[in-house]
């Protein structure tokens, strides 16, 4: 279709021009003038109250290119919106709507930098799944985009601001309260693993040396592929199983670690910061099949580390270690008094929690572009270095590895034409 390279043409060029929001195009005779959506992947994570079910925009539009997947996310959602729903394809015709505020990315993540992109050139709103990128190189674009068109965006986790933080058996709040006021001392260092209540979820993971397939009739198999490299077509390489190839994820690792490393950012309060040294022991990985790690280690310029248990072998040790204390799960700790003391000092500053908020008052959202960016890349430095199955420095600044070409070819991997951004 014409306008479809139209819109191609136009957002590979990455121009910056001024987009006069839907909800003022459609002056007041919106629906009790309510902010609109639209979803464009329809997985699970779609068919879930933060996206189909959630109720401060309302429902126009879903899009996925399995059909089968379109139809239901349509009927589903005129259930939930009581009123129209137009199915689509190919997610660029959503984008060319005036009618749409808001695209929610429901894809696998290949597809999360390049469309939030191209909807924030599209004068969208964004909220994405998490992880917010696949690598570093496209969170850095997407942060351009994002800002140089003045639009809101939102990972879709929210465990700084709020909710049990998994199974530690508390909310984020008074673990960040800890640490803002130096009661464990400094540096620190951090560990996520089963025995400080977190799974890394290792049953995901690709299978090799299968034959390929016939492509469903319901599937545009080259649209599903997007910007990922071309492989023969396999049903496991698709919809429930594709976090098991580097291709499209990044393991449990992927799934999980934005909702577990986005609040521990918060907490040792390192939203500006990355860490400048990564460490890996782990088995040797496959080209394509994500696999497991004995552990990981990441380390700031300040000392303070981020341990990403994967053997168990911590599982006895706190969730936060410093000179002056421990903290473990359930706010156990050899700090005498940690509740009573806790309970005397200023709490952390409030934290909005309705995107809805964000989109109206244009005030950015608390796990905004940057903000997501830096837990996104502590995932994807993670990643890297078990892909290639060594250390190395990371440049914070520059988002980069000095003289290391095979490790910056991961940072910033090339994208399948058409959809380099």
Request: glycine share 10%.
């Amino acid at each position: 279709m014409n306008n479809r390279r139209t819109f191609l043409k136009t957002m590979g060029g990455a121009a910056t021009f001024t987009i006069v929001p839907a909800h003022i195009l459609r002056s007041e005779t919106a629906p009790s003038n309510q902010l609109t959506r639209a979803l464009i992947g329809f997985g699970s994570i779609a068919n879930s109250p933060m996206h189909l079910r959630q109720k401060e925009t309302r429902l126009v539009a879903v899009c996925d290119p399995d059909r089968k997947h379109m139809e239901e996310g349509v009927r589903l959602g005129e259930q939930e919106a009581k009123g129209k729903v137009v199915g689509y394809r190919d997610f660029r015709d959503v984008l060319e709507r005036k009618d749409v505020d808001v695209v929610h990315i429901c894809t696998p993540p290949h597809w999360h930098g390049p469309i939030s992109v191209y909807a924030a050139q599209a004068g969208k709103d964004v909220w994405c799944e998490k992880p917010m990128t696949r690598t570093i190189g496209e969170g850095k674009k997407v942060i351009d985009a994002v800002k140089s068109n003045g639009r809101m965006f939102r990972v879709n986790t929210w465990f700084r601001m709020y909710g049990n933080f998994y199974g530690f058996g508390t909310e984020v709040k008074p673990i960040r309260k800890v640490v803002q006021h130096n009661l464990l001392g400094g540096p620190l260092r951090a560990i996520i693993g089963e025995g400080q209540g977190f799974s890394l979820k290792f049953g995901w993971t690709g299978l090799v040396n299968v034959a390929p397939q016939p492509v469903p009739e319901h599937l545009d198999y080259n649209m599903w592929l997007g910007p990922a490299p071309y492989k023969p077509y396999h049903p496991h390489r698709v919809h429930e199983n594709f976090r098991g190839y580097w291709d499209y994820d990044g393991g449990g690792l992927g799934d999980m670690g934005q909702h577990y490393l986005d609040p521990l950012q918060y907490i040792l309060g390192k939203d500006e910061e990355s860490p400048v040294r990564v460490d890996v022991d782990a088995p040797p990985q496959h080209p394509e099949i994500v696999g497991s790690f004995r552990r990981i280690t990441m380390k700031y310029a300040d000392g303070t580390e981020i341990v990403l248990d994967g053997d168990g072998s911590l599982k006895n040790e706190p969730f936060l270690n410093g000179p002056n204390g421990k903290l473990y799960p359930k706010m156990k700790s050899d700090i005498k008094d940690l509740d009573k003391i806790l309970a005397g000092l200023p709490d952390p500053d409030a934290m909005n929690s309705s995107f809805l908020h964000s989109m109206k008052t244009r005030i950015p959202f608390p796990l905004n572009e940057d903000n997501a960016f830096r837990s996104c890349t502590l995932i994807n430095l993670a990643l890297v270095g078990l892909r290639a199955n060594r250390g190395y420095d990371f440049d914070p600044v520059k988002f980069v590895c000095p003289n290391d070409p095979l490790i910056n070819r991961f940072i910033d991997q090339p994208q399948r034409s058409p959809w380099t951004i």
